[in-house]
């Protein structure tokens, strides 16, 4: 009977050995996911940062950006890294961070495009996301296409508030409050880049919009006019180094051409932009539903083993 007793006494403390060692790993499982959605949390944040204040970071902005909203998310563990930081970066952060940047870029760009021809309604004829330069050449070429051009910073016929190009700008960010002056100035870019006849694109690239997106930027934070210029050159044909393409601060604005001129004040256009109150974006929302999940974590995977028998 001795025996029998003991035998199931070390029945009962083998299962329990089982049971602390899957909750053990459950334990570290729970750990590496909550790292997982950290680097997650931590990606998210700096995209919206860089969207706002940088849109074409280069290397050390990325590296700040995210060294910044990790801290802020998990000091003690930064703390941890030390010299470790950069190579934690570079395999953790940096690509899927690119990689989420430039698709939210793409995507932010592609609504532009759709905002310009819904704006223009009727005016402006359609064309492929794919055609050949020749169909490009064709299409721009259209005197409707010139007159979309020449309307951009003219207020819209039965609108007495909005311009076609605050209308667009409403259109891409429907339910942001306050639009920061570098989205503007991206937004403003796209569109006078696709609707100018005289350049043969209608695909963005860093190095296609960064001059003109430096120099509209330039005029928002100088509260200069936005104007219509009838013989302006091609932004294409403007000439960017390596070193201006990676930074639009450092651009230097190309000379004004002469031309027929429409003006439109840039406080106009903040004016009417900060009309729309609507609720924060959704991608704000998926960051929050992720920071509280890892608070949820937190307070469940130190949880004693023995509580599962109560």
Same mark, same amino acid.
């Given at each position: 009977?001795?025996?029998?007793?003991?035998?199931?006494?070390?029945?009962?403390?083998?299962?329990?050995?089982?049971?602390?060692?899957?909750?053990?790993?459950?334990?570290?499982?729970?750990?590496?996911?909550?790292?997982?959605?950290?680097?997650?949390?931590?990606?998210?944040?700096?995209?919206?940062?860089?969207?706002?204040?940088?849109?074409?970071?280069?290397?050390?902005?990325?590296?700040?950006?995210?060294?910044?909203?990790?801290?802020?998310?998990?000091?003690?563990?930064?703390?941890?890294?030390?010299?470790?930081?950069?190579?934690?970066?570079?395999?953790?952060?940096?690509?899927?961070?690119?990689?989420?940047?430039?698709?939210?870029?793409?995507?932010?760009?592609?609504?532009?495009?759709?905002?310009?021809?819904?704006?223009?309604?009727?005016?402006?004829?359609?064309?492929?996301?794919?055609?050949?330069?020749?169909?490009?050449?064709?299409?721009?070429?259209?005197?409707?296409?010139?007159?979309?051009?020449?309307?951009?910073?003219?207020?819209?016929?039965?609108?007495?508030?909005?311009?076609?190009?605050?209308?667009?700008?409403?259109?891409?960010?429907?339910?942001?409050?306050?639009?920061?002056?570098?989205?503007?100035?991206?937004?403003?870019?796209?569109?006078?880049?696709?609707?100018?006849?005289?350049?043969?694109?209608?695909?963005?690239?860093?190095?296609?919009? &960064?001059?003109? *997106?430096?120099?509209?930027? %330039? /005029?928002? !934070? @100088?509260? +200069?006019?936005? #104007?219509?210029?009838?013989?302006?050159?091609?932004?294409?044909?403007?000439?960017?180094?390596?070193?201006?393409?990676?930074?639009?601060?450092?651009?230097?604005?190309?000379?004004?051409?002469?031309?027929?001129?429409?003006?439109?004040?840039?406080?106009?256009? &903040?004016?009417? *932009?900060?009309?729309?109150? %609507? /609720?924060? !974006? @959704?991608? +704000?929302?998926? #960051?929050?539903?992720?920071?509280?999940?890892?608070?949820?974590?937190?307070?469940?995977?130190?949880?004693?083993?023995?509580?599962?028998?109560?």
């Amino acid at each position: 009977m001795f025996q029998a007793v003991t035998r199931r006494i070390f029945s009962k403390l083998d299962n329990l050995k089982t049971l602390l060692e899957k909750v053990k790993k459950n334990q570290e499982d729970m750990k590496e996911e909550i790292k997982t959605i950290k680097e997650e949390a931590v990606i998210i944040k700096s995209v919206q940062d860089l969207l706002e204040k940088k849109i074409y970071p280069n290397y050390d902005k990325f590296k700040e950006s995210a060294e910044f909203f990790l801290k802020e998310s998990d000091n003690k563990f930064f703390s941890t890294l030390g010299s470790k930081w950069e190579p934690y970066f570079e395999k953790k952060i940096r690509k899927p961070l690119s990689k989420r940047l430039r698709s939210l870029r793409g995507t932010l760009c592609a609504r532009v495009k759709t905002a310009i021809f819904e704006n223009f309604s009727n005016m402006l004829p359609p064309i492929s996301n794919v055609a050949k330069a020749s169909e490009i050449v064709t299409w721009k070429k259209k005197l409707a296409f010139s007159n979309c051009f020449r309307k951009l910073f003219e207020k819209i016929e039965d609108d007495e508030n909005d311009t076609y190009m605050t209308k667009i700008i409403k259109n891409v960010w429907p339910k942001k409050k306050n639009i920061p002056n570098l989205q503007i100035a991206w937004a403003i870019s796209i569109s006078e880049i696709f609707l100018n006849p005289k350049n043969e694109v209608i695909k963005m690239s860093e190095e296609i919009i &960064q001059p003109a *997106l430096a120099r509209n930027l %330039r /005029k928002i !934070e @100088n509260e +200069e006019g936005f #104007e219509y210029e009838s013989d302006s050159s091609p932004t294409l044909q403007r000439p960017v180094s390596p070193e201006r393409q990676k930074d639009p601060e450092k651009q230097i604005e190309p000379e004004r051409n002469k031309g027929k001129k429409r003006i439109i004040e840039v406080k106009t256009l &903040q004016k009417n *932009l900060k009309k729309s109150k %609507r /609720k924060v !974006e @959704n991608n +704000e929302y998926e #960051e929050e539903v992720i920071i509280r999940y890892i608070k949820y974590l937190y307070s469940t995977m130190f949880t004693s083993p023995f509580n599962l028998f109560k």
